[in-house]
């Protein structure tokens, strides 16, 4: 696959492709050989995954399929568990300054706007001689797909075309991602999920409500109280127990 175009920026590198199986999968099996900080970008992409093994619909162009290269320095301290909550926010931010569209958080790091699905996030490992040493940072989001293609998810979907009912600049999108991603990348390396705890809190669809949680551990309704410092979900059951849930899938 030869690379489209390679943009050098001052915090990061953007190795733009035509098509890809999966931006995240090119990224782990390059990991070795790509610097800190470079993304990897396709116009389609023929086999996108979403958390929990599910399919991502990618092979129509116009929309964002990206991954970023992590490889912090030191992975002791690095908030790797919260990187996909950091992207959220970032995602969350740039769909309000760029274009006026206000999204909510599901968590842990879907994008809503009304309900309808614009945003995935995942973050996968890369790992050498026993030790993790790359973080691979993936996100699609919804830009130019028609709504013709929306109607086709099998879960409630939209895109920017669909909402301002226009086309807009995919190379655009990336950058004001990208930008916005690491303007405040160090800070959050620093401090963690409590860097953008109260932006995330404030972004989330899901507090104080009753709500189905789906995961191998606990599998029934819980009252969502709010959300930890370490950004883990903080839950009540019906006999006023509360638990701290890791992972999971809030069905809203």
Known sequence: METMNINDIEQYKILEFDELDSTNM???CNVENANDRTIITANRQTKGRGRLSRKWLGDNSGNVYMSLILKPK?????????????????VSRVLKKYYNVNSSIKWPN???VDGAK???????????NGKVSAIVLGLGLNV????????????????LRVLLNK???VSECIKHIADEFFKDYD??????FS????????????????IKIDNSLVNGEYFISSVDENGMLVAVDENKVEQTIISGDLIC
Do not use: H, W
């Not at 860097?195 to 009753?210: A, G, P, Q, V």
């Open 26 to 28: 090119f990224a782990l």
């Open 74 to 90: 030191d992975f002791n301290s690095y908030p790797a568990i919260n990187i996909t909550q950091y992207m959220s926010v970032v």
């Open 110 to 112: 879907d994008l809503l």
């Open 118 to 128: 614009i945003a995935g996030i995942l973050a996968e490992t890369s790992v050498k």
């Open 144 to 159: 130019n797909m028609p709504i013709e293609t929306v109607n086709l998810i099998d879960k409630k979907a939209t895109s």
């Open 167 to 169: 086309e807009f600049s």
């Open 187 to 192: 800070e959050f390396i620093k401090q963690g």
């Open 195 to 210: 860097y953008i705890r109260d932006e995330y809190l404030e972004k989330s669809c899901f507090l104080k409500k009753k």
